[in-house]
């Protein structure tokens, strides 16, 4: 069984202490690379503009897709054309970057939140791939026109960025940098370096959670439900389903980005209540063609920064800004 380093990381317990010194030279070496740029011995390069990233501190859990698909209506809605750029975690795409085909994505090619994100914006490029200079300069030559969004890649100092928008996650009560805690930097130089942090000026305001049948045809769900998800926190998508007035029964959690392979995958459920799923675990699972007992259904979660406006003339500013 491998380490289960969430659990480690919310209980900040002795585990984590005893984690503390590799945390400190992580941190360290860290400081070191973001000085190389800070004082800059390397400049990041710029292959296109304008460059916007939606990122984290932390590994995995706090949302920044739903935020950057949010992000990338709100670009549109200012009359630029928009490309996202994701980093295909666990999938053969991941390495390098390459700009996906139209139409459906295949998860255990593209990664699930590439495919995801495809469902949900079937009509914005996608560029996969870790490399994200590389990625910017697909971008540049095939959407020379179009804003550059990135889904993750805040820490990715090598290419240059117009807009950083950081998600912070203020009830992380463990500030530590890996592996003694979840943090990808430290926090306080992390915030310091973003044009954004939300919350703060913005915040994610409304919130809305729909669910849908495995034919896409709307569904109504009351009373008590199963939960599945491969997530890197799936207690948040069981507070999520329970805040809005559902009864997680049964629930099964597997790791973030789980290919869902599994042949017991259902098993320990009730095949008496609806399965409920996210949208990242469903394109997966829906070429498993799961038969009877089993319903499927799909939550779908949007936010909203608010005020909405007032974010949307920001970001208006900045990105004229940057193209200036």
Same mark, same amino acid.
């Given at each position: 069984m491998g380490i289960n380093w969430q659990k480690i990381w919310d209980d900040r317990g002795t585990e984590a202490w005893l984690l503390l010194p590799l945390a400190l030279v992580y941190a360290c070496g860290w400081l070191i690379y973001e000085a190389v740029y800070k004082f800059g011995i390397k400049k990041p390069v710029r292959p296109h503009a304008p460059v916007v990233c939606i990122g984290n501190l932390i590994v995995g859990g706090s949302g920044k897709t739903p935020l950057a698909i949010h992000v990338a209506g709100v670009i549109r809605k200012l009359g630029r054309d928009v490309v996202m750029s994701v980093n295909g975690y666990g999938s053969p795409r991941s390495a390098g970057a390459t700009s996906a085909p139209t139409g459906e994505l295949e998860p255990s090619e593209w990664g699930d939140e590439a495919a995801m994100i495809r469902n949900k914006l079937p009509d914005v490029p996608l560029i996969v791939g870790q490399d994200r200079v590389r990625a910017a300069q697909?971008?540049?030559?095939?959407?020379?026109?179009?804003?550059l969004l990135l889904d993750d890649g805040f820490q990715h100092l090598p290419l240059a960025k117009d807009v950083t928008i950081v998600l912070d996650v203020p009830e992380y009560h463990n500030r530590f940098c890996l592996p003694s805690g979840p943090y990808r930097e430290p926090r306080a130089t992390g915030l310091m370096r973003a044009d954004l942090t939300i919350p703060?000026?913005?915040?994610?305001? +409304?919130?809305?959670?729909?669910?849908?049948?495995?034919?896409?045809?709307?569904?109504?769900?009351?009373?008590?439900?199963?939960?599945?998800?491969?997530?890197?926190?799936?207690?948040?998508?069981?507070?999520?389903?329970?805040?809005?007035?559902?009864?997680?029964?049964?629930?099964k959690f597997f790791p973030d980005h789980d290919r869902l392979k599994s042949r017991k995958l259902l098993q320990d459920?009730?095949? +008496?209540?609806?399965?409920?799923?996210?949208?990242?675990?469903?394109?997966?699972?829906?070429?498993?063609?799961?038969?009877?007992?089993?319903r499927i259904v799909i939550a779908s979660y949007e936010v909203q920064i608010e005020p909405a406006e007032e974010f949307r003339d920001w970001l208006k500013k900045r990105l004229n800004e940057a193209t200036d």
């Open positions: 697909i971008c540049r030559d095939l959407y020379p026109d179009a804003t703060g000026k913005f915040t994610i305001g +409304m919130e809305s959670l729909t669910f849908y049948e495995s034919d896409g045809s709307p569904a109504e769900i009351f009373g008590p439900i199963n939960a599945l998800c491969a997530l890197a926190r799936p207690s948040r998508f069981v507070d999520t389903l329970e805040h809005h007035g559902n009864t997680v029964e049964e629930y459920l009730n095949p +008496m209540l609806p399965v409920v799923v996210t949208e990242k675990d469903w394109v997966k699972l829906k070429s498993r063609k799961i038969g009877e007992p089993w």
